[in-house]
């Protein structure tokens, strides 16, 4: 049974850090791109971050460009995201994805809410 539980997500002031994670399971987890994602209240799905299977390249969308940091430990079958600096507008949903050809699973997300 494939499984992505996402976890770290709670209540952080502007400026403060949290750090999220993704356990995965059911899966050959090291064969899989990662990446995170995140839904605003009232918005659409928002890509935030991916990195490659071997964990040798990383991508970010601009708006969290230099704040967040992306990672995986391919021997806990677990991918994580640092987040830094954190601001109001980062309120939302984290959800962790994984991809590979022709198959893609979602974990049920973690709640980040940014506020003072």
């Known amino acids: 049974q494939v499984q992505l539980v996402e976890s770290g997500g709670g209540l952080a002031q502007p400026g403060g850090s949290l750090r999220l994670s993704c356990a995965a399971s059911g899966f050959t987890f090291s064969s899989y791109a990662m990446s995170w994602a995140r839904q605003a209240p009232g918005k659409g799905l928002e890509w935030v971050s991916g990195?490659?299977?071997?964990?040798?390249?990383?991508y970010y969308a601009d708006s969290v460009k230099g704040r967040f940091t992306i990672s995986r430990d391919n021997a806990k079958n677990t991918m994580y995201l640092q987040m830094n600096s954190l601001k109001p507008q980062d309120t939302a949903v984290y959800y962790c994805?994984?991809?590979?050809?022709?198959?893609?699973?979602w974990g049920q997300g973690t709640q980040v809410t940014v506020s003072s």
């Open positions: 990195i490659y299977s071997d964990g040798s390249s990383a």
């Open positions: 994805n994984a991809r590979a050809l022709n198959y893609e699973y």
